[in-house]
């Protein structure tokens, strides 16, 4: 997969792209992140990219021209799905992340001030995506974010296949709960069932954990599935009892 970044700030990206576990996908091939100057595509000597507002009310706003520019200029060779980061956008989750993986060539437009000129979103914008309900300073986040869980939907980013499949939201539960050594940690053991070696048991017990955990943090999840079990069939069926 192909991802190109437009921002005014492209230094930001350097560490988030060679470390961990995105630094070994990039490193490997299995994504070409490329992050662009904004500035590289105005025409003035301040090379400037904002202006106030037509109507006034104060703040900046990103300019239009050298957005389109730059736009084009990266939509050349192929044509990417170009989303602006911005909290007037559907917001992302996993089903959304899922999808985008599946795109050859994403672009992501970061914004800064008070936003960008409308006529930008209306001529080289496919769609607006937040990812939350609250104001960040600036899109590069917001990018990284997307970055980061569309690499991980990538065959090969993530080392063992199996803690993609595991993780939360994968099958709309929370995860299940971890321990590692020491077995006991200021008096608290880790649970029985973990050291017995019954396969079957500790997965029986992990989805039983993973429905608990899910029930009490987060019962939008349960309500929400899609795929939502008919009454009676729920795996929360018989949890009732154990609370
Ligand atoms: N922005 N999800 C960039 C956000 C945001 C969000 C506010 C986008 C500022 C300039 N982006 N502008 N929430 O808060 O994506």
Redesign the pocket.
């Known amino acids: 997969m192909r991802i190109d970044v437009i921002t005014i700030f492209p230094e930001m990206f350097a560490p988030f792209l060679e470390l961990g576990v995105l630094g070994r996908g990039v490193a490997a091939g299995l994504l070409d992140v490329t992050v662009h100057d904004l500035r590289d595509y105005t025409d003035d000597p301040h090379r400037s990219v904002d202006d106030e507002p037509y109507g006034g009310g104060g703040g900046m706003l990103m300019t239009a021209p050298p957005w389109l520019a730059a736009v084009r200029a990266l939509s050349r060779e192929s044509k990417p799905r170009r989303i602006l ?3 007037q ?1 559907r917001r992302l989750d996993g089903e959304r992340v899922a999808e985008l993986a599946a795109e050859s060539h994403l672009l992501l437009l ?6 960008i000129d409308e006529r930008v979103i209306d001529r080289v914008v496919d769609e607006e ?11 590069e986040i ?1 990018a990284m974010v997307v970055i980061e869980s569309v690499s991980r939907e990538i065959p090969g980013v993530v080392g063992l296949p199996q803690s993609v499949e595991r993780d939360s939201f994968r099958d709309g539960l929370l995860d299940f709960p971890h321990y590692t050594r020491p077995s006991v940690v200021e008096g608290l053991a880790v649970p029985e069932v973990l050291l017995s070696g019954h396969h079957a048991e500790i997965e029986a017990w992990r989805q039983r954990k993973a429905l608990e955990a899910t029930r009490r943090k987060r019962p939008d999840l349960l309500t929400e599935r899609r795929d939502a079990p008919a009454v009676g069939k729920s795996p929360c069926a018989g949890l009732e009892e154990e609370k």
């Open positions: 980061l911005s909290p956008g970061c914004g800064r001030y008070e936003g995506l937040s990812i939350g309900d609250y104001v960040l300073s600036g899109g917001a």
